[in-house]
């Protein structure tokens, strides 16, 4: 991807967990249900004895302070994520082969049919239509299957004393225990994401705070229940606070006609005007709305138009990319087809099935990459230089269409 990580500033609903899986495409911090573990560390403990000094100061009740800090742990590995946010980059088409999986769209059709009282309940209060939700839903928690469950305060605080952006993730905690005085959640339930970002739809504390609603009525504005309906409808009283407009599309992919002027194309060149310069949409009309042309995989790739309401979505992800998995997959939960136009190769001149041929037979051949998902990280680097040591050649742990093509001769 691009990788415009998420923002971090104070109108950004969420944290970054694009690290988890590169590209912005949020993933869970767990898998299985298991936490982090804490480890003994004197100076976060002498931290922590600081911070509650400071909390109290700032009004929360002493009660919740000393019972949310008891249970506080030092998580290297909280750390280690926060490090790693810049490891892999993924092109347009391996993020939309993630955001708009098969696995995901029948999985989010599910939850739509599932939930389409609520959804469209939501919708009428809020204007943002339930497809959009949907899509949040499931690219932020899987549609409530991967919330994360790394305990909220250990993370927060983890983060602030770790400073590299200390005093962001100690205004997160001091909202975070504004949340537990409030009575939204309990202690043992405030659990989310390595960054803080919690429930179906990964809010980190201070946009709670700003934006969560109770929509069940039941007096607890709670993003973590089982059931979706506070989150769905926080995430849509978020992005109707953030301008959405009702009616309006987030954009349509469209074809440019043969000579079209790419430097058209771009955010800032915002007008109503397209269809005058022989942009067609995809399927159905083009959309009356002013829109921006993005062209996120070059001059020659998939061509979309953008709407205002597409830079809602960027409010909650600030990734080009992410915006369109939301809009695409949205779009596919309204039962349109998948992306006409032809994705580019990567860098090295690999596409994504190149990429999981790649990792495929290099297994195959004894060096084994830890899987076929056609991101070339860590482990396909190390299984690439270990080929490459044994066969004499030079070692970069690259991958490159060379490379594939001496595979595939059985080399």
Known sequence: ????RRAF?????????????????????TRGGSPMRPQANPAFDAWLDA???????????????????AGAGFLPDVIARDRRQTEFTRTLEDYMAIAASDERIAAGRAALARYEATLRAIEGRYGVPAEILTAIWGLESRYGTEKGDIPAISALATLAFDGRRGEFFESQLTAALRILERGDTTFANLRGSWAGAMGHTQFI???YQAYAVDFTGDGRRDIWADDPTDALASAANYLSRMGWQTGVPWGQEVILPAGFDTGLAGRGLTHSGWAGLGVRAVSGGLTSASASLILPDGPTGPAFLVTRNFDVILRYNNSELYGLGIGHLSDRLRGLGPIQGNFQPDANGLRLADRKELQDRLT????????TDGVIGPNSEAAIRDYQSARGLPVTGQPSRTLLERLRRGG
């Open 364 to 371: 195959r051949a004894g060096f084994d990459t830890q899987g």
């Open 51 to 69: 911070y509650a000094t400071r909390a109290r100061a700032e009004g929360i009740a002493p009660g919740v302070v000393s019972r949310a800090l």
């Open 1 to 4: 991807m691009i990788l415009s």
């Open 205 to 207: 504390p201070t946009t």
């Open 9 to 29: 500033a104070a109108g950004s609903a969420l944290l970054s967990l694009s690290a988890c899986m590169g590209g912005g495409v949020p993933m869970p911090v």
